[in-house]
């Protein structure tokens, strides 16, 4: 279980996150939503500690994750995986070979430099893009894919960490809504049948309920809801967006087609934007 306890972020005299209390069980994909600000990144870059906390302490497993520092700490970093809205790849190499990275901070130093791969690695590594429906890819350069193939190549480099949670930081905000969908299946597919916590900041309300069994909403740096998404009030999503962001909760939604007959748009919201 990762357990956020009275956490607190400032930067200078501003507060970015504020006094967060929350527990994910092992297993669970859960959407973080808000509006642009309302700290989302900086909770998942503390829970990765891309960011240190400036109050409360973040532990997974009873370890105090937000304390470790060395050999510690890089092992934390690869039990939590982490994927990001600008894919960061090495757009001159081949996605192979990107895919691969994952495994480096689990190596010495030496065989990093000399890109010492086993052939057990490269199965791996194909696997995982198989599994993301994109190894026919393997050979090419990244630099030459679209951003939807970007972010599955992304995702499978996560997943070479072997990861017991993977954090996703607005993995769709630069994707058209074909790409997205492809993306979101992706990692809704890791969390089941992998059986991995899936923590993603999304920036609509509309693919946080098709997609996850729990949301979080943000705002000013505070979290204002925690449940459901069928809990999920017009009320409730006002708190979180304001109300003259409600346009904005549901700009470039997408719905998930392999959820039959469940609807994107919660129906208390119908005629709200």
């Known amino acids: 279980m990762l357990k956020i306890s009275r956490v607190s972020r400032r930067f200078g005299s501003k507060t970015a996150v504020e006094n967060i209390d929350l527990e994910i ?12 600000g309302a700290g989302k990144s900086t909770l998942l870059r503390m829970i990765n500690r891309l960011a240190d906390v400036s109050d409360g302490f973040i532990e997974y497993g009873g370890v105090r994750v937000s304390a470790v ?21 090495v757009p001159r190499l081949d996605v192979l070979t990107n895919v691969l990275l994952g495994r480096l901070n689990g190596r010495s130093t030496l065989s990093s430099v000399l890109n010492m791969f086993s052939h057990a690695e490269r ?51 630069s994707l058209d809504p074909r790409n997205a969908q492809i993306v979101m299946d992706s990692l809704r597919d890791i969390n089941r049948q992998q059986g991995l916590t899936v923590i993603t900041n999304l920036h609509t309300l509309d693919t946080a309920r098709a997609y996850c069994s729990r949301i979080i909403g943000m705002a000013a740096g505070r979290v204002v809801f925690d449940g459901r998404p069928e809990q999920l009030t017009e ?29 994107a748009r919660v129906p208390a919201l119908e005629g709200a934007v």
């Open 25 to 36: 069980p092992d297993g669970q994909m859960v959407g973080i939503i808000g509006r642009s």
């Open 69 to 89: 520092k060395g050999q510690a700490l890089r092992s934390w970093q690869r039990d939590c995986a982490m994927i990001f809205q600008q894919f960061n790849l």
């Open 123 to 173: 199965r791996d590594a194909l696997l995982a893009l198989d599994r993301l429906d994109i190894a026919q890819t393997a050979l090419q350069r990244a630099g030459t894919l679209s951003g939807g193939q970007q972010q599955r190549v992304a995702i499978a480099r996560a997943l070479m960490q072997g990861p017991k949670l993977v954090l996703a930081d607005e993995p769709i905000a």
């Open 235 to 263: 009320a409730a999503a006002r708190e979180i967006y304001g109300a003259d962001g409600m346009k904005e909760a549901f700009s470039e939604a997408i719905t998930s087609t392999s959820m039959p007959g469940q609807r």
